[in-house]
């Protein structure tokens, strides 16, 4: 959100610069994320002075250049060549002196230099006015119509305005901050100075020949609406006053009439809507749901379809615009119009929210509305933009207001102890300031004793509705930085063991991903239910569903990391980028027994080539090994044990591994499921791995056991088996372990055959073997003693062949 600090003064007395101001509505909860100096002509026309032309001569080596002679209050007369057709002697023109930076119109700053130009020294430029900034025309330089003399600072004759723009971000909850006069209340409430509202008082109508009648069907979706007619209405550029409001925060101005709206909108928090009353049908206005599909064309002059819960604002024949989101292409002001009829309206936030989202339609209108505003507002802006219109467009007002508003909406009533605030800030303040700050937040106070008050919570506070709120109010006008610590801090306070730092963690792992060439991805939650329907692993009745769902392949919350990773993969496969290496942590979400769960995951995966060819390598494709060695460098990073391995896996793998922390899966790890990759258009083999990230961290701990390195050598010892394929290397390394488990190290694969040399249904393993004694050298008779009951064990337990 952005707040002019010139349009913040003209309602309260502020004597604080900018930058102190910055603080003050930081420490109110209005956090101000930066602060821009803001200038009607870019650069505030600084080194631009008024000059006065003394003589103009042909350029003696140039036919279109002209010499000239130019007072700009100096002591001599600076020479300047101009390339202009129109200079001559005598005139008031604009000089932009040695040192300045122009900012054209079109193109990059230049800075101007003394320099010879075909021979002549030239020291300035006469400028013409898209040199400066102002305007498009270049036919030629300006020529002023004034009196100041030379060497007058040119803003002086523009009235160049510098501005400061607050750039806050606004938290959801503070609707009632969305203008210029919510964040004035915060600072009244801080600086304890008085606002000045803009005075109705004059308001009245002039006549009655435009009468409208309004009726509101759906007094859930808006509980009131507010409207006057305009006649007379001549539509203009607006005046610079207002342009420059506008502009000063990032607003295009249109016309007159928009601009009104568009500026009384950011003064008050309350959207306006201006139709053109010639074209209301039967001078009728109907606030109504329409049918579903309805279609309907918006003033981006795209049809949308209506939902059945969209509110519309109608005529007596046909709808005009999204109530509180946008207009229709045929109702809305244009350079014909000479009346209107003025909307202003309480829309219930949620209705607006979901027309909103399920139109992809954000607009300043809706992004206030959905917020909440001020239900016992809409009259007061109502009567301030007529009173513009009248000013500005020269408007007569042409009717009473219509004010429909069947039930209104009264101040919630909060019972507040002072214990309750005094226990809760942690620090006792005295009633007379608790009072005193509430009364300038605008907050009635009533019921007072001893034990606390009744706080009368006004309308334009949607959030605050719980004893709570009001002590939050409380705390940030009394201050954050005015709460004092205790000297110390009882033991109480401290945990008895050191706690976890996940984040830490995660950033540890990340960082180990990225610096294996893995890039992080972060996918939607939301998801399509139909890949309930791929694996056994997802149930339907398990989906978390959405109820405002903004189309059907976001029905749901996904129940894995899977299915919108795979999406992202077949993206850029799509468009030829097929060797991908990509990480997620994220969230699953699912209902088990009436109850709603979610959990963190982190999900690898793998495809295409590991490495492509080089001049001195052929290209290495990614494969089942390489994903299942970043697995264990993960685990191993948590301190986590590898070892625990089984084969059974879920049925969205083709074949893979299981690791198991005590009796829970930790990672899954394989070559995913054709049938799951052909419904997502992937043609090429995708290796997964899914991480219970929450599993994990439970189980990681820093205790690094450090063991000194044996003095005593290693030795490898190498031996070749012929086993059938059903054998594992996992059932290897297991009954390796079983059999000799202090001096065998460390158990690796160098070498897989499979081939016309053995029979079919077996494979040849060859296996190095490290053994080690950490107290003695070991001797040939210990480890031929080893391998010997190795061998033996391989051959009964697998049926292994020893090849010698």
């Known amino acids: 959100m952005k707040i002019s600090y010139n349009w913040l003064r003209q309602y309260i007395d502020i004597d604080k610069s900018p930058e102190a101001l910055s603080e003050i509505l930081t420490d109110t909860g209005l956090e101000v994320e930066g602060l821009e100096k803001f200038e009607t002509i870019k650069g505030g026309l600084e080194g631009l002075v008024i000059g006065k032309v003394l003589s103009c001569t042909k350029h003696p080596n140039a036919d279109k250049l002209s010499a000239t002679t130019v007072d700009i ?12 057709p129109n200079v001559a002697e005598g005139q008031t023109v604009i000089v932009a002196t040695v040192g300045a930076t122009l900012y054209p119109a079109e193109g990059d700053s230049f800075k101007i230099k003394k320099a010879k130009i075909r021979g002549e020294v030239s020291e300035g430029m006469i400028c013409a006015e898209d040199e400066i900034g102002i305007g498009k025309d270049h036919d030629g330089i300006m020529v002023l119509d004034t009196d100041l003399k030379p060497g007058t600072p040119a803003l002086t004759y523009f009235n160049v305005e510098t501005d400061y723009v607050f750039e806050i971000g606004l938290t959801p909850n503070r609707s009632d901050a969305i203008s210029h006069l919510g964040t004035a209340r915060d600072v009244k409430a801080v600086t304890e100075k008085e606002i000045n509202w803009p005075s109705v008082k004059t308001f009245g109508k002039d006549d009655n020949s435009l009468p409208i009648d309004v009726s509101v069907e759906n007094t859930e979706a808006c509980p009131r609406y507010s409207g006057v007619t305009l006649n007379n209405i001549k539509i203009t550029e607006s005046p610079d006053w207002l342009k420059n409001r506008l502009l000063t925060i990032g607003l295009s101005p249109i016309n007159n009439v928009v601009d009104i709206t568009n500026f009384v909108m950011h003064e008050t928090g309350q959207p306006l809507h201006a139709f ?9 206005v109907v606030v109504k749901t329409l049918a579903a599909n309805t279609p309907f064309l918006t003033l981006d002059d795209k049809e949308r379809k209506l939902k059945a819960e969209d509110l519309m604002i109608c005529d007596s ?14 109702s809305g002001v244009s350079d014909t119009t000479t009346s209107i009829f003025l909307e202003s309206a309480y829309f219930d936030a949620a209705s607006i929210r979901k027309s909103a989202m399920v139109h992809q339609l954000k607009t300043d209108a809706s992004f206030r509305f959905e917020r909440g505003t001020d239900p016992n507002g809409t009259v007061y802006a109502l009567k301030r933009a007529a009173l513009l219109l009248k000013e500005l467009a020269s408007a007569s007002i042409s009717s009473d207001i219509v004010d429909i508003y069947p039930n209104p909406i009264k101040p919630v009533e909060v019972a507040v102890s002072y214990r309750n605030i005094n226990r809760l800030i942690g620090q ?73 730092d996940f984040d830490k963690i995660q950033q540890k792992v990340s960082s180990y991903l990225v610096d294996n060439g893995y890039f992080e991805m972060m ?33 749901v919350m996904r129940q894995s990391l899977l299915f919108s990773g795979l999406e992202v993969l077949a993206r850029n496969i799509n468009y030829k980028q097929s060797n991908l290496k990509v990480f997620e942590f994220g969230k699953q979400y699912f209902k088990k027994e009436g109850e709603y769960k979610e959990e963190k995951r982190l999900a690898l995966f793998i495809t295409g080539l590991e490495k492509e060819k080089q ?55 394989g070559s995913l499921n054709g049938k799951i990759l052909k419904s997502l258009g992937i043609k090429q083999e995708v290796i997964y791995a899914s991480f219970d990230w929450d599993l994990l961290l439970r189980k990681t701990n820093d205790n690094i056991m450090v063991t000194q390195v044996s003095k005593y050598p290693e030795v490898r010892r190498d031996l070749s088996l012929v086993i059938n394929k059903s054998i594992s290397y996992q059932d290897i390394l297991e009954l390796t372990k079983k059999t000799e488990r202090s001096l065998i190290k460390s158990v690796d694969v160098f070498d897989l055959y499979e081939g016309d040399r053995i029979e079919k249904s077996k494979k040849a393993y060859s296996l190095r073997f490290i053994l080690q004694d950490d107290k003695k050298t070991l001797t040939d008779k210990v480890i031929d003693k080893t391998m010997k009951r190795l061998m033996a064990t391989f051959e009964k337990e697998l049926g292994a062949v020893i090849r010698q």
Request: charge should be negative.
């Open 73 to 84: 209050g100096k002591d001599e007369p600076s020479p300047i060549v101009c390339g202009a």
């Open 276 to 284: 053109d009353y010639a074209k209301i049908k039967d001078q009728k």
């Open 317 to 330: 024949e046909s709808p005009m615009c999204i109530g509180g989101v946008f207009g229709g292409v045929t």
């Open 428 to 500: 006792e303040i005295s009633k007379d300031k608790i009072h005193s700050i509430l009364t300038l937040l605008d907050i009635e106070l009533s019921n007072i004793t001893d034990a606390g008050f009744t706080a009368s919570i006004p309308t334009f506070r949607v959030d605050v509705t719980r004893e709570a709120d009001v002590i939050e109010e409380i705390l940030r006008i009394y201050g954050f930085n005015n709460i004092k610590l205790p000297d110390s801090v009882g033991s109480s306070f401290l945990a008895n063991s050191q706690r976890k």
């Open 523 to 555: 996918t939607n939650s939301l998801t399509k239910p139909e890949y309930t329907n791929l694996t056994a692993t997802v149930q339907a009745d398990e989906s978390v569903e959405i109820l405002n769902k903004l189309s059907e392949d976001l029905g």
């Open 615 to 669: 001049w001195n390598s052929e290209k290495t494709p990614a494969d089942f090994h390489q994903l299942k060695g970043i697995i264990e460098g993960v685990l191993g990073r948590m301190n986590l044990s590898s070892s625990n391995i089984t084969k059974e896996v879920s049925d969205i793998f083709s074949f893979g591994l299981s690791y198991n922390l005590g009796q829970k899966i930790s990672v899954e790890i």
